[in-house]
């Protein structure tokens, strides 16, 4: 049966790939395969579609992608490490541009300002964390988590991390997997009525072994931790680098961890400018203060600015790129390619189109829609508005546990009201019972709160 040559598959001339298989020595593709085992082959024919032309596959997946119920026609209270911001349109025209959008994540091979607007980004971002050093974006917060504490170990010469359990149980996966085998990693207790860390257990588990410790701030279930000062200063006792993770739109109200003792502050850039997707739109960042022992430890590309030879004139391109695994190939520190440089540009433009001000009125405006919330949430009859009694930001636990129902019975009956409810939180953290982590924005309106309130008194009293 002669072999149909697709024009977008590569190596697939018979004569090619007669070729590479006589210059690596075997004969044929399915010789390749022989170290996988028989009983893990597929056998037989794949029951595989009719082929069908352009038109009708756009049909098809269209129809697919019909199936599923967006945030412009329900209300959403989902949250949980994807978040609904306002976007403004220059982010989208900036983004799109062809200087910087590519196929290959925001990375083509020649610059046509991208190195100068990756370091007005990075310029922008260090001055909302109130660090020095920024790096080029990560794929999304777990990785900028499991970097950082990589990043720790190999300052430090240490091999224990310690993480809060109430670290993002998704992120916690990402972390602990890039860490293995090389790091140990153990937990540190939560308290049931705040939230906050148990600084006695951190204080029972801190040793001269450990290289750091990491949560976040505001935490995955929302909460502020409030003891920041109390933990960094316990940690600098040891020799303990303090790792924490930052939701960065929360920075317009709430003090950088930069100013409560963060020695690596790192995060997700989703809320600075990027719409929520289904699984893009995801971007992380590290940051840390100006010192050869932090800068050398970063993986990632950095960018700087520097004079030329023309009088005047500046160059923008790499800092210390001898330290990547570009340079250094297997030799590197960790193993970095592809990364999100377009979600970078496109938070620099957010950034540097709300400014300060703008940064903080988004941030009182999420504030005050979610205290809005959980005080009409709490006069539901059976409902907590709010499980901790810390303060917290955008995102909160509502209870349940008194209505007799469940968070997924509750979940399915708010559909009916074309509204999708928070997130089930019994698997994640069962010792809160039914709980669901709601969240609350800036595009929340009076109405959307008040839709929601009504749907669950119906609901409950039913």
């Known amino acids: 049966?002669?072999?149909?040559?697709?024009?977008?598959?590569?190596?697939?001339?018979?004569?090619?790939?007669?070729?590479?298989?006589?210059?690596?020595?075997?004969?044929?593709?399915?010789?390749?395969?022989?170290?996988?085992?028989?009983?893990?082959?597929?056998?037989?024919?794949?029951?595989?579609?009719?082929?069908?032309?352009?038109?009708?596959?756009?049909?098809?997946?269209?129809?697919?992608?019909?199936?599923?119920?967006?945030?412009?026609?329900?209300?959403?209270?989902?949250?949980?490490?994807?978040?609904?911001?306002?976007?403004?349109?220059?982010?989208?025209?900036?983004?799109?541009?062809?200087?910087?959008?590519?196929?290959?994540?925001?990375?083509?091979?020649?610059?046509?300002?991208?190195?100068?607007?990756?370091?007005?980004?990075?310029?922008?971002?260090?001055?909302?964390?109130?660090?020095?050093?920024?790096?080029?974006?990560?794929?999304?917060?777990?990785?900028?988590?499991?970097?950082?504490?990589?990043?720790?170990?190999?300052?430090?010469?240490?091999?224990?991390?310690?993480?809060?359990?109430?670290?993002?149980?998704?992120?916690?996966?990402?972390?602990?997997?890039?860490?293995?085998?090389?790091?140990?990693?153990?937990?540190?207790?939560?308290?049931?009525?705040?939230?906050?860390?148990?600084?006695?257990?951190?204080?029972?588990?801190?040793?001269?072994?450990?290289?750091?410790?990491?949560?976040e701030n505001p935490s995955y279930l929302g909460f502020i931790e409030s003891q920041g000062e109390t933990i960094a200063k316990l940690l600098k006792e040891k020799g303990v680098l303090m790792i924490v993770g930052v939701d960065p739109i929360s920075l317009g109200i709430l003090a950088p961890p930069s100013h409560y003792g963060a020695d690596i502050v790192c995060g997700d850039l989703q809320p600075l400018g990027m719409h929520m997707n289904f699984s893009g739109g995801q971007a992380g960042f590290i940051t840390t203060r100006d010192e050869v022992e932090f800068v050398q430890e970063y993986p990632s590309r950095l960018f700087g600015i520097i004079p030329t030879i023309q009088k005047g004139e500046y160059g923008f391109g790499d800092v210390a790129y001898d330290r990547t695994s570009f340079a250094l190939r297997e030799k590197g520190k960790e193993s970095v390619g592809t990364q999100t440089a377009l979600w970078g540009i496109t938070a620099g433009v957010y950034l540097a189109l709300m400014g300060p001000d703008g940064m903080s009125d988004v941030g009182q405006a999420i504030r005050q829609n979610s205290q809005y919330a959980v005080k009409q949430l709490a006069n539901i009859k059976g409902i907590k508005g709010s499980r901790f009694r810390s303060p917290f930001f955008k995102e909160f636990i509502v209870d349940f546990n008194e209505t007799d129902m469940t968070v997924k019975d509750i979940n399915q009956k708010l559909l009916q009201y074309k509204i999708f409810g928070g997130k089930d939180l019994s698997i994640e953290f069962p010792e809160l019972g039914q709980c669901a982590l709601y969240c609350v924005t800036e595009i929340h309106t009076k109405e959307d709160i008040d839709r929601l309130i009504d749907s669950l008194t119906e609901i409950i009293q039913k």
């Not at 790939?17 to 170290?35: A, H, R, T």
């Not at 028989?38 to 595989?48: A, P, S, V």
């Not at 756009?58 to 959403?76: D, F, M, P």
């Not at 609904?84 to 062809?98: K, L």
């Open 1 to 215: 049966m002669s072999q149909k040559i697709h024009p977008y598959i590569p190596n697939m001339v018979p004569e090619i790939q007669e070729e590479m298989l006589n210059e690596i020595g075997v004969q044929s593709v399915m010789e390749l395969y022989n170290c996988i085992p028989k009983e893990l082959q597929f056998q037989g024919n794949m029951d595989l579609p009719k082929p069908l032309t352009e038109y009708e596959l756009r049909r098809y997946i269209e129809a697919i992608l019909q199936k599923n119920i967006n945030t412009k026609e329900y209300v959403s209270f989902l949250g949980a490490g994807c978040w609904q911001h306002f976007i403004p349109a220059v982010c989208d025209e900036i983004n799109q541009r062809s200087e910087f959008l590519t196929a290959y994540a925001g990375e083509p091979y020649e610059d046509h300002g991208r190195f100068q607007a990756l370091f007005e980004y990075q310029s922008l971002l260090a001055e909302l964390v109130d660090m020095d050093v920024v790096n080029v974006p990560t794929f999304d917060w777990g990785q900028a988590a499991a970097t950082s504490i990589r990043m720790a170990a190999r300052i430090t010469k240490r091999k224990k991390v310690l993480l809060a359990k109430t670290v993002a149980p998704e992120r916690t996966k990402i972390i602990t997997n890039y860490g293995s085998p090389d790091l140990e990693f153990e937990f540190i207790d939560f308290q049931l009525e705040s939230g906050l860390m148990n600084l006695e257990d951190l204080i029972v588990k801190l040793s001269e072994d450990v290289a750091a410790l990491y949560f």
